[in-house]
């Protein structure tokens, strides 16, 4: 009689740890598996910011671009206040306004604060256009008699993380100078 409580006693002591050794397997997999879903989830927002950024520089480019192609008078670019004497690289870093006469408005593109605005000063109308830009340079460039505008444009990443930066270049010519 002895022999067989002592072989049952045996049996349960090794059902324990057989079930400590699963517990532990089972907690290990599920860490694994949520860590691996996590990073899933910040990489998936991440591409949904970089996306959403996207988008919204393209909308601002095509706004621009039929801005400039619908000015009717001389295009003009000037460094905010305080920005004379600077280069155009700095100038692009501290903000700019340029000036796109149509018709019967003049529309404003200001780039100040890290931000692009699409201003009617007769409307008194302001539009944000792009945040947190890092840096916005509108420059000409003159093509077989024609004047183009180039507007080259920098994002500001919202992720430490990413490698490639988020950079366009926009260009336009007026049909009607």
Same mark, same amino acid.
């Given at each position: 009689?002895?022999?067989?409580?002592?072989?049952?006693?045996?049996?349960? $002591?090794? %059902?324990?740890?057989?079930?400590?050794?699963?517990? !532990?397997?089972?907690?290990?997999?599920?860490?694994?598996? %949520?860590a691996a879903f996590y990073l899933c989830w /910040?990489?998936?927002?991440?591409?949904?910011?970089?996306?959403?950024?996207?988008?919204?520089? &393209?909308?601002?480019?095509?706004?621009?671009?039929? /801005?400039?192609?619908? !000015?009717? $008078?001389?295009?003009?670019?000037?460094?905010?206040?305080?920005?004379?004497?600077?280069? /155009? %690289?700095?100038?692009?870093?501290?903000?700019?306004?340029?000036?796109?006469?149509?018709?019967?408005?003049?529309?404003?593109?200001?780039?100040? /604060?890290?931000?692009?605005?699409?201003?009617?000063?007769?409307?008194?109308?302001?539009?944000? &256009? %792009?945040?947190?830009?890092?840096?916005?340079?509108?420059?000409?460039?003159?093509?077989? $008699?024609?004047?183009?505008?180039?507007?080259?444009?920098?994002?500001?990443?919202?992720?430490?993380?990413?490698?490639?930066? &988020?950079?366009?270049?926009?260009?336009?010519?007026?049909?009607?100078?």
């Amino acid at each position: 009689m002895k022999a067989t409580i002592s072989k049952s006693r045996g049996a349960a $002591g090794v %059902l324990l740890i057989e079930c400590l050794v699963y517990i !532990a397997v089972f907690s290990i997999l599920t860490g694994i598996g %949520l860590a691996a879903f996590y990073l899933c989830w /910040d990489h998936s927002k991440a591409l949904v910011y970089a996306t959403e950024d996207i988008r919204a520089a &393209l909308l601002a480019g095509e706004r621009w671009r039929a /801005d400039v192609r619908h !000015a009717t $008078g001389t295009i003009s670019r000037e460094p905010l206040a305080g920005g004379e004497g600077k280069t /155009d %690289l700095e100038t692009a870093a501290a903000g700019e306004v340029v000036r796109l006469p149509e018709a019967d408005r003049t529309v404003v593109y200001r780039f100040a /604060d890290g931000a692009v605005r699409r201003e009617i000063p007769a409307l008194h109308t302001s539009e944000l &256009l %792009l945040a947190r830009v890092t840096t916005s340079q509108m420059t000409t460039e003159s093509r077989a $008699g024609v004047t183009a505008w180039r507007w080259e444009l920098e994002l500001r990443l919202r992720r430490s993380e990413t490698q490639l930066p &988020l950079l366009f270049t926009f260009e336009a010519a007026q049909t009607k100078p």
